[in-house]
């Protein structure tokens, strides 16, 4: 049985420890803030050795101590001889059980494989691939880089972990978010289907009884207008009214819907050509209420022309319906030089600019925007025809055109209607000189 330590030994040497522990600790922080570059150690059988640092400079040490991502050093059989203070924090650790440690301890083992040929191809060049670190019972996906370090002791692996939980999320995140809105895309292509069948067989449906109930009280006013009583008459005219009107009404809803499905179709067209062909269109009803129109030169632009046509046709036919009853009515269609409308030197960008004007009724400042919503009307229908949708149409073409529309006028002094359309579209469809 050996000799029992005395008290008196036992304080001695708890002390001693202490000093030693404390040494250690002064030495491990001087070496972290950068204030030794080299190390001598008694290793007992050869004596002293002196241990260099290669990366002696002060403020890249500061910096690796820093850094938000996990910086190791490993010797040639994978042992962590440097880390720092991030890395611990990302495995949940002391520091003091992290060096000295094995890297793959802070592995799970399904991810052992991988690292073993990272850790051998580490040494020839530089590594990197995506691995799982162990934080006490969870994974942490992280991005793992290796490079060879040439140290005055030998080579050594130097490692940086960088965590890619927050990456992860976001990729989760926009893949969650990508996959409803296929969801959302295929319920509105489903959804536009269907309205495009309803409208479909809303305008054959609806229009033929329709046009039973207009050709005979058609045939009732021609054959019978003298038999019927005159109150009669005023009801049958009030019917015939109210029928075409609703046979316009329908005809404006299906072409509004049509708008949301024949995208494109672009090609060169000169809207010369096309106003001059809608103020043909309107030639008799431009003589019996002598309008005087005035137009300009314009521009060849890349538009689908039937939907352009169309433009041009709401807007003079609004300017001749909404005409003064005591006045022939103006309407003056401008188009500013393109070449002042460029934008940047860039050609693809420049824009033509066209105003319709007009010395009608006007209207009031306050409906300037809500004139080219879906059946609004500022005027009772008893004194002016039209459904309210032909504005509505207009913008959604200008729309699909990637132009714009406004209106400016005042109550009595006429209209104004500007719109934006570009010389060039973004995608171009089938082009036409």
Known sequence: ??????????????????????????????????????????????????????????????????????????????????????????????????????????????????????????????TKMELPIRRNDKLVPCQVSVTMLQLDEGPSLSIIVTDLTFQKNVQYLLKENNRRLEEINGELEASNYDLQQFASVASHDLQEPLRKILIFSTMLKNNHQIELPEESQKHLEKIITASQRMRTMIADILDYSRLSTHAGNFELISLKDVVEEVLEDYEILLSEKKVQVRIDNFPKIEANRPQIKQVFQNLIS???????????????????????????????????????????????????????????????????????????ITKKILDKHNGSISAESREGHGARFIISLPIHQEKRGSMEA
């Not at 809500?370 to 039209?386: D, V």
């Open 1 to 126: 049985m050996g000799t029992e330590k005395s008290y008196e030994e036992l304080v001695r040497e708890n002390q001693e420890l202490t000093m030693r522990l404390e040494e250690a600790t002064d030495t491990i922080t001087a070496i972290r803030t950068g204030q030794v570059d080299a190390l001598v150690v008694n290793d007992g059988e050869q004596g002293l050795q002196l241990y260099t640092l290669k990366t002696a400079d002060q403020t890249y040490r500061v910096f690796i101590e820093k850094m938000n991502e996990g910086a190791v050093t490993l010797n040639e059989v994978g042992v962590i001889l440097y880390s720092n203070s991030m890395f611990a924090t990302m495995v949940n650790e002391p520091l003091s059980k992290v060096v000295g440690s094995s890297f793959e301890n802070f592995l799970p083992e399904s991810a052992m494989q991988l690292y073993r040929q990272l850790f051998t191809n580490g040494w020839k060049e530089d």
């Open 318 to 392: 609004n300017s001749i319906k909404f005409s003064k009853e005591d006045e022939p009515p103006v309407i003056e269609i401008t188009c500013e030089a393109v070449n002042e409308l460029e934008r940047d030197n860039e050609p693809d960008k420049a824009i033509c600019k066209i105003a319709i004007s007009d010395n009608g009724i006007g209207f009031d400042k306050q409906y300037q925007e809500r004139i080219f919503s879906l059946f609004e009307r500022l005027n009772t229908k008893e004194k002016y025809e039209g459904s309210g949708i032909g504005l509505a």
